[in-house]
């Protein structure tokens, strides 16, 4: 996307141009981030990660969390024995 002039208002405020904000999927009441770095105000979307979809839907396999990552991950877990592989 190529750079957009935008006015700095006498409250501080900022229009941000219509393609920027459909570019970046913002609607009104979007959560943004704001920080500075090297010279620049650098504006980004905050994304939140909702899980409330996720929650309570688990089934308790008897594995342990490091047990379930190992697994996850397709590394053999050593405290079971076997064939443990680098």
Same mark, same amino acid.
Request: charged share 30%.
């Given at each position: *996307?190529?750079?957009? =002039?935008?006015? $700095? !208002? &006498?409250?501080? %405020? @900022? +229009?941000i141009?219509? &393609?920027a904000? &459909? !570019? *970046?999927? $913002?609607?009104?009441g979007?959560k #943004? %981030? @704001?920080r *500075?770095a090297?010279?620049r #105000?650098?504006?980004?979307?905050? +994304? !939140?990660?909702?899980l409330?979809?996720?929650?309570?839907k688990a089934?308790?396999?008897g594995?342990t969390?490091? &047990?379930? #990552?190992?697994? #996850?991950?397709?590394?053999? +877990?050593?405290w %079971?024995g076997? =064939? !443990?592989?680098p």
């Amino acid at each position: *996307m190529k750079p957009m =002039d935008v006015t $700095l !208002a &006498e409250r501080g %405020q @900022i +229009v941000i141009p219509k &393609e920027a904000r &459909e !570019a *970046m999927g $913002l609607k009104p009441g979007a959560k #943004l %981030q @704001i920080r *500075m770095a090297d010279g620049r #105000l650098l504006i980004e979307k905050k +994304v !939140a990660l909702d899980l409330s979809r996720w929650v309570g839907k688990a089934i308790d396999d008897g594995l342990t969390t490091n &047990e379930a #990552l190992s697994e #996850l991950r397709g590394r053999p +877990v050593p405290w %079971q024995g076997g =064939d !443990a592989k680098p």
